[in-house]
């Protein structure tokens, strides 16, 4: 009997379901639509914005994996060793150095010494990199937007970060000094590190909204060694990029298991991540989850309705199909058909539109935050248990009119009463 | 076929009752044609409900083909409302949205038949009511005649052993009507038993029997001829 159950409810679903008003059907799976869009881009949205500020962090600055120095020590011991080591994992892609020492940056070095005039000077980091090795782990060339790259045998010519230039970020703090407009491609400043001091010329200002970068000048790696006496070569960051589906966590722990771990702090880029973006990422998902919630009650109450509407519209052919003894399970069944109809209905059209429409749009134009780049986070696994959710709502919020209504006195049904 | 002994039906609405069957004993004999006639509100409709299993009597005792109703279960009595008892209804009762072939198929695919042999019977017996080219109409297209046999089709797709029929003429115009009662006719000359609520003298000359109600009690019960 459970078959034939089935099976009526499904006979009669389909012909309510082809039977109803077109325009009625239309808006139930918009409304449909747009729950499931929200449930899915919304909260996607907000997590993107996190998710969009740590992307780029790890593709600019982490990496797959992060070696920086241990709390108390200045430099990564070993750092040639331990790069040699690396290079040959079979997981990793490629690698890039860094060596940083705090700086500061004179733009009006000349003035002074005529006029006494207030220096133009903002304190910093100043960073050695091989450029073809850190274009190649971070794309950086990319991200230059007034001059040139650097070369790998460039001497005496820096790359500087844009937060570094009032042009760009147009704040001054005791955290934030920035230098004057009049500082541009070509200029000239004074770069001193200690007692250090080297005239250099600006070649390219680079943005790439990470604070680590933008703020920094780039020397290359052997100038830079040889200014600082780092001859040893020892480094200050290495940034490792892994290949496409290999886990980083393992190999953090092949690298810590080589006895590395004793001069750097060995890092996945989760591990890395500021505790502040931690933090705003979880509160991000929760306000999505907030919002999806309200949308996912929302749709439930319009299914309600809808379905309730619906059925007691229809009571007296409810009472008649149980009156010549169709089961009340055929006929609430025909109902959660019904409800899995608009759901599915939504939920396929908001796929599409997720997949086709809104992630290659959010990928190409991406909502620009000063201090990342906002993306839309739809991963299948997330919109796939959005969907279950979604469908699961749906039938209860259809199944619950649909037996008020069939659980009514059958004659009371048949006449209206 | 049916027997009713001591029937009562007594409807409560805010503390105030209402008695509509006081007492009704009846046996309807297997391939019986039996009318049940009497004025508005003399309790016609009221017992056909009880017998027919759609409303349960305030006391009593139904027997429907051999099976005493009064303790079956709400499944049971599904159950035996699609197996054993066909409806007409006064206002035919159809499903808007199904044609009138689905709307006999129905019953069928709730007793196990697959689809196509469900559309055959369907289609078959509608063609014997006249309405071969009808199947594929929904009732808003079909007159109140040609639903009203849409609605006996449906009732006798699947060989229920007892029909049940309220007023099925009262909606009709008198050349329809008489259509009707010959398909009653017709279905009845082949031992089909019919049980039929009417309070018009020219459709009950096609029972074999008729009783009369007055005020929920049997008071008069003759044969036709």
Redesign the interface.
């Given at each position: 009997m459970k078959g034939n159950t089935l099976r009526v409810g499904w006979f009669l679903a389909k012909r309510q379901i082809v039977g109803s008003s077109k325009a009625t059907t239309l808006l139930i799976i918009f409304i449909m639509l747009l729950t499931y869009l929200n449930l899915v881009v919304v909260s996607g949205i907000l997590v993107g914005t996190i998710q969009g500020i740590v992307n780029t962090i790890q593709e600019k600055y982490l990496g797959d994996v992060f070696i920086s120095t241990l709390k108390n020590s200045r430099y990564i011991e070993r750092t040639p060793e331990m790069v040699s080591f690396i290079k040959t994992l079979p997981q990793v892609e490629n690698i890039t150095v860094r060596y940083t020492e705090s700086g500061v940056i004179d733009a009006k070095y000349k003035e002074i010494q005529k006029s006494k005039e207030i220096h133009d000077t903002v304190a910093t980091s100043i960073a050695g990199i091989v450029p073809s090795e850190e274009d190649m782990a971070t794309n950086l060339r990319e991200m230059i937007t007034e001059g040139e790259y650097l070369a790998d045998d460039d001497y005496d010519q820096v790359m500087m970060g844009a937060s570094l230039f009032r042009r760009y970020l147009d704040i001054e703090s005791d955290i934030y000094s920035v230098l004057d407009d009049d500082v541009v491609i070509g200029s000239k400043v004074m770069i001193s590190i200690g007692d250090i001091k080297r005239e250099v010329t600006v070649k390219g200002i680079i943005q790439t909204k990470v604070d680590e970068i933008d703020r920094r000048v780039f020397f290359t790696a052997n100038q830079f060694r040889n200014l600082v006496g780092r001859y040893d070569y020892s480094a200050n960051e290495m940034m490792i990029n892994i290949k496409k589906d290999t886990d980083p966590i393992a190999v953090k722990n092949t690298i810590i298991g080589a006895g590395y771990g004793k001069y750097a702090k060995i890092q996945t880029a989760l591990d890395a991540e500021p505790q502040f973006v931690k933090d705003m990422r979880d509160t991000f998902a929760m306000l999505g989850n907030i919002i999806s919630s309200i949308g996912l009650v929302v749709a439930a109450i319009t299914v309600f309705i809808v379905i309730f509407i619906n059925a007691i519209t229809r009571r007296k052919f409810i009472g008649i199909l149980k009156g010549i003894g169709i089961s009340n399970f055929s006929i609430e069944f025909s109902y959660i058909i019904q409800s899995v109809f608009y759901a599915v209905c939504g939920i396929l059209i908001g796929v599409l539109i997720i997949f086709l429409l809104l992630k290659p749009f959010f990928a190409e134009n991406p909502i620009e935050y000063p201090f990342g780049d906002g993306i839309l986070v739809a991963e299948v696994s997330g919109t796939t248990i959005r969907a279950m959710i979604l469908l699961i709502a749906t039938i209860v919020a259809g199944y619950i009119p649909a037996r008020m209504v069939v659980k009514q006195n059958t004659l009371d049904s048949i006449l209206g009463r | 076929m049916i027997t009713i002994k001591n029937l009562y039906k007594t409807y409560r609405t805010n503390e105030i009752e209402t008695p509509v069957l006081r007492g009704i004993d009846l046996i309807v004999k297997e391939g019986e044609f039996l009318g049940i006639m009497g004025k508005s509100g003399a309790g016609k409709s009221t017992l056909m409900?009880q017998v027919g299993l759609?409303?349960h009597p305030t006391s009593g005792e139904i027997v429907l083909n051999g099976i005493n109703t009064e303790k079956m279960t709400k499944?049971e009595r599904?159950?035996?409302?699609?197996?054993t008892?066909?409806?007409v209804?006064q206002d035919y009762?159809l499903?808007?949205?199904?044609t009138a072939s689905?709307n006999v198929?129905?019953?069928l695919?709730?007793?196990?038949l697959d689809?196509k042999e469900a559309k055959k019977i369907s289609d078959g017996v509608l063609s014997s009511m006249g309405l071969a080219e009808r199947v594929e109409n929904?009732p808003s297209q079909l007159s109140g005649g040609e639903q009203q046999r849409v609605s006996i089709a449906?009732?006798m797709a699947h060989n229920p052993k007892i029909l049940f029929a309220d007023e099925p003429t009262a909606n009709l115009d008198s050349i329809s009507g008489v259509a009707v009662m010959e398909l009653f006719k017709e279905i009845h000359r082949k031992g089909q038993t019919i049980v039929m609520v009417t309070h018009e003298e020219e459709y009950a000359k096609y029972c074999e029997r008729i009783v009369y109600l007055e005020d929920g009690k049997i008071v008069r019960e003759i044969k036709s001829k």
């Open positions: - | 409900y759609l409303d499944e599904t159950e035996m409302r699609l197996s008892l066909g409806y209804f009762a499903i808007p949205e199904l689905e198929m129905v019953p695919l709730m007793q196990g689809l929904k449906r009732a």
